[in-house]
């Protein structure tokens, strides 16, 4: 997401009961990955994206990505909570060039849906 539209991505986020982000990135940082903002807040610190509230819990990096735990609050509702994949392995405009990360990182992503729920993918 843009600075401008983070409000509109946890509200999607919300809206269709996401329970996985899955979030692919140029590890080159190319130009574009500059253009996208960051959504999540810093560790055991809420941010408000209208009227959604996120709390980053924990950050765990693996080898071949990076794990977010985020609980997420929309007034008095129930908490939600996501996990989010940071996965450094994908070129802009391409593909990864060792599959093997990516395919273990997918069967991780597997493993911890808990079936029912929205998987989101997008680039950065």
């Known amino acids: 997401p843009r600075e401008g ?3 509109d991505f946890w509200r999607m986020v919300w809206k269709e009961d996401v329970e996985t982000i899955v979030m692919l990135v140029d590890k ?3 130009e574009q990955h500059s253009k996208d903002a960051q959504y999540w807040p810093e560790v055991n610190r809420n941010q408000k994206y209208g009227a959604i509230t996120v709390l980053l819990m924990e950050t765990t990096a693996f080898r071949s990505y990076k794990l977010r735990e985020m609980n997420v609050i929309k007034g008095n509702e ?3 909570t996501i996990r989010q994949y940071e996965i450094p392995c994908w070129k802009y405009g391409g593909v990864p060039s060792e ?3 990516l395919i ?3 069967k991780q992503i597997k493993s911890d849906q808990k079936g029912g729920k929205h998987l989101l993918v997008h680039c950065r």
């Open 99 to 101: 599959p093997a990360d």
């Open 78 to 80: 129930r908490v939600h």
């Open 5 to 7: 539209t983070k409000d």
């Open 104 to 106: 273990s990182v997918i």
């Open 28 to 30: 080159d940082g190319t």
